[in-house]
């Protein structure tokens, strides 16, 4: 039938979409300690290097978002984390959507900068004065909700 046919090859396309790169779901984690959001500065490439970010990465073909928050924090960051729901809304970038979660570390974990050049927890005062990547800026919103007044 039609609709059949229609939706097998609308799966096709994004499978092809998503094999050059375009359409990715990317995961960036709002990591919150203490009323403060953990900032990584990036290393890469050079358009971000010295630019903050919250943390993540893209999202692999089948695994549900908050696995890939709690998979791109230990890769990235060393720790271990826990999603605590969505922030913000969906956020258009480059490599397809960017999609925002809060998570808090698991006890006795502590975040390290395995693969950015420092990290800073960033309090409600402070979160307009960082330097943040342009997708991550357009959260900070969200973020000052999440964190509270200062
Ligand atoms: N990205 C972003 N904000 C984040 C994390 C990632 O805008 N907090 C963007 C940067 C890249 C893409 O997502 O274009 C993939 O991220 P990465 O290069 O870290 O894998």
């Not at 300690?33 to 993540?56: I, N």
């Not at 998979?71 to 809304?89: D, Q």
Request: hydrophobic content about 50%; aromatic content about 2%.
């Amino acid at each position: 039938p039609l609709r059949r046919l229609r939706s097998a090859r609308a799966e096709r396309l994004v499978a092809a979409a998503t094999a050059v790169g375009a359409g990715a779901v990317v995961v960036a984690t709002a990591l919150v300690r203490d009323g403060a959001v953990l900032a990584a500065q990036r290393t890469r490439p050079p358009a971000l290097a010295g630019r903050w970010e919250l943390a993540g990465g893209r999202v692999e073909a089948g695994e549900a978002e908050e696995d890939a928050v709690v998979r791109e924090c230990r890769e990235e960051l060393g720790c271990a984390v826990s999603p605590t729901g969505r922030v913000g809304t969906d956020l258009l970038i480059d490599a397809g959507v960017l999609r925002v979660h809060a998570a808090v570390l698991v006890d006795g974990s502590a975040p390290t900068a395995l693969e950015h050049a420092g990290l800073r927890w960033v309090g409600p005062a402070e979160l307009e004065a960082v330097d943040w990547v342009d997708a991550d800026r357009a959260v900070l919103p969200d973020l000052r909700a999440l964190l509270g007044p200062s």
